[in-house]
């Protein structure tokens, strides 16, 4: 049973534009969740992080917007650069309960010249 | 930031040896590290959580015996692999974070290879 989807394997978007990066969960005990970037044969990288007392985080060109009740979130990078081409992953804990970090498949993001 | 090293990057084994991994967080005291597993297209799978001075906690279907993990310190974790076999090949990544809130932070993994 996968609780952190992320549907969407690849994502081509132009440089300069607007990347959105999906993710849906299922578990509802869910409170803590992150965004991480992974460069191959290196690992991940810590992007941007959510609490679910709030709906929107912003970290320069990064924010994170969370819909607890479509449990959905969402990573939108803008403008979208070259560096970003990375496979980024979702991920969500509940804080409270286990220290366990549950991760999603991953999306590629390829950023188009 | 908060670095974690992981050591080796590469290793290349013959089936039936062991191979230790070592996963150190640099400028972090870390109680609580975690081994993770990547097979190609998949996400990352946690295979265990380290607890420093106490066992290691295992996912279901991880077999404690064949992934030894030693917390020996508070920056200090070890995942060896027992009489690794080539399905043992994959991409093994150790994470940590200094408190329960706090994100965490990955080493950068070591391809394991078995022939």
């Known amino acids: 049973d996968q609780q952190v989807k992320q549907n969407s394997p690849s994502l081509s978007v132009q440089e300069g534009r607007i990347s959105i990066l999906n993710c849906d969960y299922t578990n509802s005990m869910f409170d803590y969740f992150l965004w991480y970037k992974k460069y191959p044969a290196e690992g991940p990288t810590f992007l941007i992080s959510?609490?679910?007392?709030?709906d929107k985080n912003e970290d320069g060109r990064f924010t994170v917007f969370l819909n607890k009740s479509a449990k959905h979130l969402s990573l939108h990078i803008v403008p979208s650069q070259p560096g970003d081409s990375a496979v980024y992953f979702c991920a969500a804990s509940a804080v409270n309960r286990d220290d366990k970090i549950i991760f999603g498949k991953g999306t590629r993001l390829h950023i188009l010249p | 930031g908060a670095v974690v090293s992981q050591h080796p990057s590469r290793v290349i084994c013959k089936s039936g040896t062991s191979v230790k991994i070592e996963c150190r967080s640099l400028d972090f005291q870390a109680t609580t590290m975690f081994w993770y597993r990547q097979f190609p297209k998949k996400s990352l799978m946690l295979m265990a959580t380290?607890?420093?001075?106490?066992?290691?906690?295992?996912e279901q279907g991880v077999e404690k015996d064949k992934f030894l993990i030693n917390h020996a310190s508070l920056t200090l974790s070890t995942l060896t692999v027992t009489s690794a076999h080539p399905e043992d090949s994959s991409f093994y990544i150790c994470?940590?974070?200094?408190?329960?809130?706090?994100?965490?932070?990955f080493g950068n993994g070591t391809r394991l290879t078995v022939t």
């Open positions: 959510i609490s679910s007392i709030k």
């Open positions: 994470s940590a974070r200094e408190t329960g809130t706090s994100p965490l932070h």
């Open positions: 380290s607890n420093e001075g106490s066992k290691a906690t295992y």
